[in-house]
């Protein structure tokens, strides 16, 4: 670029993934000037290329190998699996190909320029380009966006550079199919990369250092998911920690210490560290701007994604939890509008999350963890699956569908759900907080039957007492 009066924008986005592109296509659709500044040949960031995309075509793949197993059961006889690796490495990096091939498709529609490179901050109106292809060059800017996201995080030093040893990018890489793997942390990371492995024949075995899997989320929820995690798993040592790994020829040596730590050293093909992610802040040059930071690296920011310094936005990962895609899409629409000069806030009364295992796990709003650690006083009903004639159809009875009810408004506050299709029907449960239904708006809007649909309506129906397919009287005061 030797001409300069092509090295400025309105606003500069630093980061392709879901808040960066999400921020990127709206300002460009409300008329601003955009540039949008990341490594890859087109947009996705993490989530698409390394993360939520990838790790759903690989759990699809295990729940249809899970499906096979249980046929037997329903009177339907297959052979065993054989995997294909290759192949099937080749369908999940397809997928990938699609969606962000799309995302370019969108950045020539939107006809926005997109510089294929890393950005740090020079001073307050001017970034450092270093292109991929190795041109530097500084660049302007009237606004900035920073959409940088995050990084897996590691043991530290006790943790061997060895190919044995994955994270959550090189473990969806697929390149091979360990004997034994080890999972190290008991979040949504683990469980869910965990869970691919075991059903393409691996055995896994986990070990979180806190006292329950999905530490946060409602215990509740959580057995159920457990319960069929101590089928598919080797083992799950909670309140244990990895005290020392040794990479060696024919595997990696661990030691572990704790409540369930094994008397002995234990062998493994693979290890996978997922003990959660890190903002990625620190190569910004954030000082040369004045943008303010917290302890753990996550950019400060307001109800509008400002940072310290008011013309600078940061969203998605970076600006702090949950750091899910989801999240920082909104956030980036959100400092997309603002930038333009409308009235906007990011002020959601639920984010959903899911864990997307099998069963899926999935909550939006309050939970009764929260609700109870800061006394707020609710009401909770809970459905189970084992009365829902879609899910005996589906030989899934191990559901429940649970409210957190306000119970004087008898506002729905908070919903969770566990088992297959979470995640999609977690979504009625986002808009009713987001409308500020009751029980009674959800109870009486009529869900098709037969249907998981209508266990969200048969737990509105339990706060009175009046369920028609689970009978538990309400309790007279």
Known sequence: MNDTTRNKAQVAVIGGGPAGYGAAFLAADLGLDIVLIDPAENPGGVCLYRGCIPSKALLHTARLLAEVQEAKDRGLAFGAPRVNIRKLRSWKDGVVDKLTGGLGQLVKQRKFRHLRGHARFVDPHTLSIREVAGAEYTFAFEHAVIATGSYPATLGPQQPDSPRLLDSTSALELADIPGTLLVIGGGYIGLEIGTIYAAL?????????????????????????????????????????????????????????????????????????????????????????????????????????????????????????????????????????????????????????????????????????????????????????????????????????????????????????????????????????????????????????????????????????????????????
């Open 201 to 477: 024949g691996s055995r896994v075995s986990l070990v979180e250092m806190t006292d329950g899997l999905l530490p946060g989320v409602d215990r509740d929820l959580v057995a159920i998911l457990r319960r069929r995690l101590d089928r598919i798993f080797d083992a799950v040592m909670l309140e244990t920690t990895v005290r020392e790994l040794k990479v060696q020829a024919n595997g990696v040596k661990v030691a572990f210490a704790g409540k369930q730590a094994a008397g002995k050293a234990q062998l493994f093909d693979r290890v996978l560290v997922a003990i959660g992610r890190k903002p990625m802040s620190a190569q910004l040059g954030l000082d040369a701007v004045g943008v303010d930071t917290d302890a753990r690296g996550f950019i400060k920011v307001d109800a509008q994604r400002r940072t310290s310094a008011p013309h600078i936005f940061a969203v998605g990962d970076v600006a702090g939890e949950p750091m899910l895609a989801h999240k920082g899409l909104h956030e980036g629409r959100v400092a997309a509008e603002v930038i333009a000069g409308r009235k906007a806030a990011f002020d959601p009364a639920a984010i959903p999350a899911v864990v997307f295992t099998d069963p899926e796990v999935a909550w939006a709003g309050l939970t009764e963890t929260e609700a109870a650690g800061k006394k707020i006083e609710v009401e909770i009903t809970r459905f189970p699956w084992a009365a829902s004639g879609r899910a005996l159809t589906l030989g899934r009875t191990d559901g429940a569908t649970k409210l957190v009810i306000d119970p004087h408004s008898q506002r729905l506050l908070g919903m969770g759900v566990v088992g297959p299709g979470a995640g999609e029907l977690i979504a009625e449960g986002v808009l009713a907080i987001e409308m500020a239904a009751t029980v009674d708006d959800l109870g009486l809007s009529i869900h098709p039957h037969p249907t998981l649909s209508e266990t969200v309506m048969e737990a509105a129906d339990l706060f009175h007492g009046t369920a028609t397919d689970y009978y538990r009287p309400k309790k007279r005061k």
